[in-house]
T-cell receptor, first 113, second 112 residues
Framework: KQEVTQIPAALSVPEGENLVLNCSFT??????LQWFRQDPGKGLTSLLL?????REQTSGRLNASLDKSSGRSTLYIAASQPGDSATYLCAFDKGGGADGLTFGKGTHLIIQP | NAGVTQTPKFRVLKTGQSMTLLCAQDMNHEYMYWYRQDPGMGLRLIHY???????AKGEVPDGYNVSRLKKQNFLLGLESAAPSQTSVYFCASSYILDTEAFFGQGTRLTVV
């Protein structure tokens, strides 16, 4: 069974720092990879989608990259703010819509004011 | 923009009771999914649908049934609730292949 590992499981940094969250998967036969944010007691908010033909995506202070050959994706957050505090989840699909998304367990991020 | 709406948001059931969770999306999405989220387990797929009138099993389908009679609605049923079904349930939808998934706010279900 495909596994998705997110490292670190938890991270606490002072405001203003740039940081990298890691996501690794055991099978390179993934199609799309998506990063989500989840606030306590809330649903998931899509941050970035890296489609099958792409290697990275950017939105504001966020940049996500995908290297299928090494089985890794990274989420880079620039100039972190207290409002970035949340759990960040990566998930992939195998294409076609079937089987949905396979999720990692997330990185719990705290940005200290 | 309602997006994906789940009803109810909270529910407490007694063991053996039944209930239906409703997911409604207003984005004309073809694909809809039900996941459960448990501490230490992450999100796991229960059932999914690739279009009106279709359903399929996911990773953890036992104890659940689903129906997609209308394109915009995806229902998740528990026929005889068990404490092991205590969880937070999320519905998601996506338009077609290669598009992002949108999630509802979740239903927190406790079975006592």
């Amino acid at each position: 069974k495909q596994e998705v590992t997110q490292i670190p499981a938890a991270l606490s940094v002072p405001e203003g720092e740039n940081l990298v969250l890691n996501c690794s998967f055991t099978d390179s036969a993934i199609y799309n990879l998506q990063w989500f944010r989840q606030d306590p007691g809330k649903g998931l908010t899509s941050l970035l989608l890296i489609q099958s033909s792409q290697r990275e995506q950017t939105s504001g202070r966020l940049n996500a990259s995908l290297d299928k050959s090494s089985g890794r994706s990274t989420l880079y957050i620039a100039a972190s703010q207290p409002g970035d505090s949340a759990t960040y989840l990566c998930a992939f699909d195998k294409g076609g819509g079937a089987d949905g998304l396979t999720f990692g367990k997330g990185t719990h991020l705290i940005i200290q004011p | 923009n309602a997006g994906v709406t789940q009803t109810p948001k909270f529910r407490v059931l007694k063991t053996g009771q039944s209930m239906t969770l409703l997911c409604a999306q207003d984005m004309n999405h073809e694909y809809m999914y039900w996941y459960r989220q448990d501490p230490g387990m992450g999100l796991r797929l229960i059932h999914y649908s690739v279009g009106e009138g279709t359903t399929a099993k996911g990773e953890v389908p036992d104890g659940y049934n689903v129906s997609r009679l209308k394109k915009q609605n995806f229902l998740l049923g528990l026929e005889s609730a068990a404490p092991s079904q205590t969880s937070v349930y999320f519905c998601a939808s996506s338009y077609i292949l290669d598009t992002e998934a949108f999630f509802g706010q979740g239903t927190r279900l406790t079975v006592v």
